[in-house]
Nanobody, 124 residues
Framework: QVQLVESGGGLVQAGGSLRLFCAASGRSFSTYAMAWFRQAPGKDRECVAAISWTGDNIYYADSVKGRFTISRDNAKNTVYLQMTSLKPEDTAVYYC?????????????????WGQGTQVTVSS
């Protein structure tokens, strides 16, 4: 059974940093695209960052460019999201998602697996 487990969320002051982790199990995701999405109350789920299986095709939302970094370790079936210079508007539940294809997209409907999410709260 495929399972994605996110961790690393929490409460941080504006300007602070957090590192999110997503551990995948149940099969190998080494050739699949992976992504981080987020959803704030009353808002649509948006793609924050996505990465191809080789790591050479990466997407960032404009709102996080220069502040967030996505990376992956295929040997560990893990994807990371390093978040710096956090802002109150980054507050959301962050979801790890996996797409059964090598190329990532920014559309959550194209992803096949997702976790339960981890809460990130940035105080001003």
């Amino acid at each position: 059974q495929v399972q994605l487990v996110e961790s690393g969320g929490g409460l941080v002051q504006a300007g602070g940093s957090l590192r999110l982790f997503c551990a995948a199990s149940g099969r190998s995701f080494s050739t699949y695209a992976m992504a981080w999405f987020r959803q704030a109350p009353g808002k649509d789920r948006e793609c924050v960052a996505a990465i191809s299986w080789t790591g050479d095709n990466i997407y960032y939302a404009d709102s996080v460019k220069g502040r967030f970094t996505i990376s992956r370790d295929n040997a560990k079936n893990t994807v990371y999201l390093q978040m710096t210079s956090l802002k109150p508007e980054d507050t959301a539940v962050y979801y790890c998602e996996v797409r059964a294809a090598t190329i990532p997209t920014k559309h959550f409907q194209t992803y096949d697996y997702w976790g339960q999410g981890t809460q990130v709260t940035v105080s001003s």
